[in-house]
C-alpha cells in the first residue's frame, strides 16, 4: 500500500496532462446512476481512493471522462494492477467505459477514483463530494461517505 502511494506520488509529471477525448455521443442527462459509492479514510494528506458503482441505463456506451471535487485539490481516474514481479501500483485511466445497459466498478484493486490533497480533515463517519464529468459534458454530483478499510479492502 505504502509502496503504491509513492510510485504514486513521483508519477512523471508529463502523465497527469493528460488529454481526454470526450466522444461525441449525444447525452441523456438521466442515464447514469451511480450507487454504493464511499471512500477509503487514510491518515493525514495521503492519497485517497473513492469507489462506487456507475450504471448505465441508455442503450448506448457511456464514458466517465473526468472528475473533480469541492474537497480535494485533484481527482484522478485510476486503475490499480500487478506488475510482472507481483509488485501492485497504479496508472492513470483516460476514460472509463459504462457498458450499454450495464455498469463499470470502481473498486479495491481495479478502477478507483484518486482523491488527492484534502482541504480539510477527512474523517470516517463524515462524507466527501466528488462531481463526475461523463462524455458528452454532462456532470453527476456523488457523496461519498468516508469509511474504514474493512471487509470490503
Ligand atoms: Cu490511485
Known amino acids: 500500500m505504502i509502496k503504491s502511494i509513492f510510485r504514486f506520488l513521483f508519477f512523471p509529471i508529463a502523465s497527469l496532462a493528460f488529454v481526454c477525448l470526450a466522444t461525441q455521443a449525444a447525452s441523456d442527462s438521466s442515464a447514469i446512476t451511480t450507487h454504493g459509492a464511499w471512500t477509503r479514510w487514510l491518515p493525514g494528506k495521503l492519497p485517497a481512493a473513492g469507489y462506487m458503482t456507475l450504471v448505465n441505463n441508455s442503450n448506448q456506451e457511456r464514458f466517465l471522462i473526468a472528475a473533480s471535487s469541492p474537497d480535494y485539490d485533484h481527482v484522478s481516474l ?25 455498469s463499470a466498478e470502481l473498486k479495491p484493486g481495479s478502477y478507483h477514483l484518486m482523491l488527492i490533497g484534502a482541504h480539510g480533515k477527512v474523517k470516517p463517519g463524515e462524507t466527501v463530494t466528488v462531481i463526475l464529468e461523463l462524455d458528452g459534458g454532462e456532470t453527476l454530483t456523488v457523496v461519498l461517505p468516508v469509511k474504514l478499510a474493512g471487509k470490503d479492502g
Open 78 to 102: 485510476h486503475e490499480s494492477y500487478t506488475m510482472p514481479s507481483g509488485e501492485s501500483s497504479m496508472r492513470m485511466v483516460a476514460k472509463l467505459p459504462i457498458p450499454a445497459h450495464g
